[in-house]
Nanobody, 121 residues
């Protein structure tokens, strides 16, 4: 099994910054990709950003230039640095990990429990 622990959400004013983190633990053999999705009020869940095992990244157009994603491979942790936050960034942010894990090893896609980010004055 794989467990994800997210942290860093909260209330921030427009233009402010927050940093989310997500640590994966358990019987992990390898991690293919780690990323963040979000679901705003009345909206579908959408991809925010992903970082792949080789270091390449992918971002939603709406966050390009404002958000960065990074990964600590030694700690199986992914970070999402969110700058210049806008009201429309308000959402529950979910960590997502694509990995080979478990006993026996198999391909898993694991979701975190979600952390709320509220951008409001």
């Amino acid at each position: 099994q794989v467990q994800l622990v997210e942290s860093g959400g909260g209330l921030v004013q427009p233009g402010g910054s927050l940093r989310l983190s997500c640590a994966a633990s358990g019987s992990i053999f390898s991690i293919n990709a780690m990323g963040w999705y979000r679901q705003g009020p009345g909206k579908q869940r959408e991809l925010v950003a992903t970082v792949y095992s080789g270091g390449s990244t992918n971002f939603a157009d709406s966050v390009k230039g404002r958000f960065t994603i990074s990964r600590d491979n030694a700690k199986n942790t992914v970070f999402l640095q969110m700058n210049s936050l806008k009201a429309e960034d308000t959402a529950v942010y979910y960590c997502n990990v694509d990995c080979i894990a478990g006993t026996p090893y198999r391909h898993l896609v694991v979701w975190g429990q979600g952390t709320l980010v509220t951008v409001s004055s």
